[in-house]
């Protein structure tokens, strides 16, 4: 289970991001570092028996980094105010669509998918959520996963018009207008506490493995 100083730490970082206030509470940090590598891991072990091409991860291939890159941003406090792990079959970074948990009080959420694939990556999804749309409505219609997502498909990236080569009267254009293909569940900071949660995690993924592999078939 996730410790409650780690929440705790969150909170304070968000009041206190300096770099003075965060060197001051390094020791903090890394107890809640650890606490969440840890968390990382044990998901990776149990929901590795269900989804192979995780179970050879390790908390190192999924977990970002604190600090922020704000070379490019208005915003220049030092750190990022939660913690996340994304679990991809070829590593955080990899192109291809995986589980990410998020940790922020208030905030904390679980899902994954593919978010903002290039063109070429994009056109595929299209493409195979066209040819297999009776697969892909199955896939969104199977009850575990309407129940953990409840709100389907993210809707923030939504093209206005049909993509080029499709109309308005293709029956899946509803999804090819999506940018993304993204789910999401969120959770309560006493969920993310509870001694079930890792098991509520691995559930959670595990009914939407089906929707992940769909799209990472089309990639290949």
């Known amino acids: ?10 909170k304070d970082l968000k009041k206190n991001n300096n770099k003075p206030w965060f060197e001051k509470n390094k020791s903090v940090y890394l107890d809640a570092k650890e606490d969440m590598d840890n968390f990382v891991e044990q998901v990776i072990e149990g ?8 179970a050879t991860l390790h ?3 999924c977990t970002y980094r604190i600090y922020r890159d704000v070379r490019f941003s208005k915003d220049k406090t030092p750190y990022k105010t939660h913690m996340g792990a994304y679990l991809n079959k070829g590593g955080k970074k990899a192109p291809t669509g995986g589980y ?3 940790l922020e009080p208030g905030r904390n959420m679980a899902g994954g998918g593919l978010w903002m694939p290039q063109a070429p990556e994009l056109n595929k999804v299209r493409q195979e959520i066209d040819y297999s749309f009776s697969e892909w409505s199955k896939i969104l ?3 575990n996963f309407k ?5 389907g498909l993210g809707q923030e990236d939504l093209l206005t018009r049909p993509p080029k080569g499709y109309d308005d009267e293709n029956p899946a254009i509803e999804y090819l207008k999506l940018k993304s293909f993204i ?5 309560t900071d006493a969920e993310v506490q509870s001694k079930t949660f890792i098991k509520e995690i691995i559930k959670t993924f595990t009914s939407m493995k089906a929707f992940v592999y769909f799209l990472n078939r089309s990639l290949e």
């Open 47 to 54: 929901f590795g028996k269900t989804d192979p091409e995780i």
């Open 147 to 151: 129940k953990n997502f409840a709100g």
């Open 1 to 10: 289970m996730l410790q409650v100083s780690t929440l705790k730490f969150l």
């Open 141 to 143: 219609g199977e009850k």
């Open 183 to 187: 789910v999401t569940r969120s959770f």
């Open 59 to 61: 908390p190192k291939d």
């Open 100 to 102: 990410y948990f998020h």
